[in-house]
């Protein structure tokens, strides 16, 4: 079995503090590296060793597969951790690393190309035996045929890219007339997007929960599941709030959904962490796709099985098998994530900048994921996170009350945070019930917009 002495670790922000973290307990070197951007950024200065691997825009620096390369070569790393977005799940990003003998640090090369495809993936999901959302076989190109499957699922269908990710390149098609510019702007987005216009159609679900369930896989033909995260908080089918364990499911519809899934998965020849996602709407699972990585919202599992995924992660990576049976696997408690975003909470600015004063939220059952600290400054290149709030307790009720607390302690100056946003949340009825669907989050920030206009 290969031993890991060295990582290097190929990311940024709160997410390369995580990987770090584990790292450093498992007695694994690290090895930063950073655009010049994030010189002065907590990750560089927390790692081993630091290495500048070029200028702000990501292309030139995070995503630059050579120059990440020649890091591991100079620092004698034996392995890659990529994280989450960036080079995560990129092909052959993880072909170069594996032809230079060293560890990807996540699933085998294949895999990410078959699930990168969506179309791909939806055809593997289907072969494993899940349930998968009704839609077009392959490729659509074609208007007419695209008419005909459409009446053939019924309206309202959903034209999705099958490079997608980030919940970008999606067009709802409510008619006929609608679909043929659905198609159209969802192709030359796809294209100027992902590079790849081409796209696929599925029937648009209209109250659907996202339930997406985590995976633990080893290389030796082990696969256990660690239950589910409800991520139905979401705006422009981004996630803004994830919670374990879901409000929706019975203990025996998870151990059933969680199985199958794993028996999927195992059948797939997968290792590494993975998350399968699925639509879930009148008690019936639909999969929309599987993530090849770990996933922003880890942390909500982890709180609740008391395991460090990554740290499982690493070592499926060096080829241990599973230290852990799925009847090892626990769940206590109740757990949500917010994810603190640099942004308006209510028209979705972006706000980078210096962070003038930074104090994080503490106490029992409370986590922070963060890698701001009193005078970092925020670079306007990456993505607006700032951080996760991640909180536990015994219940859902408690988990709320804590959550509430936990913002209340938050200090964040300088920039503009979306915590007004998570405190609006938290207070809904609908959320505190817990019967809510994907399309939530946005028909609560309209009427939220419409009493504000009122009350003028
Ligand atoms: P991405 O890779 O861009 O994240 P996903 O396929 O994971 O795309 O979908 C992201 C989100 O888009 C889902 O969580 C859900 O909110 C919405 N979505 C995807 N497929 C459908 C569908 N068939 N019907 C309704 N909503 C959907």
Redesign the pocket.
């Given at each position: 079995m290969a031993k890991i002495n060295k990582i290097v670790i190929a990311n940024r922000g709160e997410i390369a503090l995580r990987l770090i973290r584990a790292a450093r307990e498992m007695g694994i070197a690290t090895v930063a590296v950073h655009s010049t951007a994030d010189a002065d950024s907590m990750h560089a200065r927390l790692a081993d060793e630091a290495v500048c691997i070029g200028p702000p825009p990501s292309k030139d620096s995070y995503l630059d597969k050579r120059a990440i390369m020649s890091v591991a070569e100079l620092t004698g790393a034996d392995a890659i951790h990529p994280g989450v977005g960036f080079l995560a799940e990129n092909q052959e990003f993880a072909e170069m690393v594996e032809a230079h003998d060293l560890i990807f640090v996540g699933p085998s090369p294949r895999h990410l190309g078959l699930m990168g495809d969506?179309i791909a993936a939806k055809q593997a999901a289907i072969e494993a035996g899940l349930p998968v959302?009704p839609g077009s076989d392959g490729a659509i190109s074609d208007v007419d045929e695209a008419r005909k499957l459409a009446r053939d699922i019924g309206y309202p269908v959903?034209i999705?890219a099958a490079s997608?990710?980030?919940?970008?390149?999606?067009k709802v098609a409510r008619s006929d007339e609608e679909l043929e510019s659905a198609l159209s702007t969802a192709s030359r987005e796809a294209k100027a997007a992902f590079g790849d216009p081409v796209v696929y159609i599925?029937?648009?679900?209209d109250n659907?929960r996202?339930i997406e369930i985590q995976i633990l896989a080893d290389a030796h033909g082990n696969v256990i599941h660690l239950g589910e995260r409800d991520?139905s908080v979401?705006r422009r089918?981004q996630k803004v709030v994830e919670e374990a364990p879901s409000p929706a499911l019975s203990e025996e519809l998870r151990a059933e959904i969680g199985q199958r899934t794993a028996d999927a998965v195992k059948f797939l020849g997968y290792r590494s962490v993975g998350t399968v996602?699925y639509?879930y709407q009148d008690g019936e699972f639909?999969f929309?796709?599987m993530n090849t990585r770990l996933q922003v919202e880890h942390p909500v599992t982890e709180m609740i099985t008391g395991l460090d995924l990554v740290e499982h992660q690493i070592r499926v990576a060096a080829g241990e098998k599973l230290s852990l049976r799925q009847e090892d696997v626990k769940f206590d408690g109740h757990a949500f994530e917010l994810r603190v975003n640099a942004e308006h909470p209510f028209n979705f600015m972006p706000s980078p900048g210096l962070v003038t004063a930074y104090h994080p939220p503490g106490g029992v059952g409370v986590r922070v994921d963060s890698h701001m600290f009193a005078g970092y400054r925020m670079p306007p290149h990456y993505d607006s996170l700032a951080g996760k709030i991640i909180v536990r307790a015994r219940d859902r009720e408690l988990a709320i009350k804590r959550c509430l607390r936990a913002l209340m302690e938050t200090h964040i100056d300088g920039i503009t945070t979306n915590l007004e946003l998570h405190d609006f949340i938290l207070r809904q009825d609908a959320f505190r019930s817990g019967d809510i669907t994907?399309h939530w989050l946005e028909q609560a920030l309209e009427e939220r917009e419409v009493a504000a206009g009122a009350g003028k």
């Open positions: 969506k959302v959903l999705k997608g990710g980030g919940g970008r390149g999606m599925e029937k648009y679900l659907p996202h991520c979401q089918h996602e639509l639909y929309i796709e994907i």
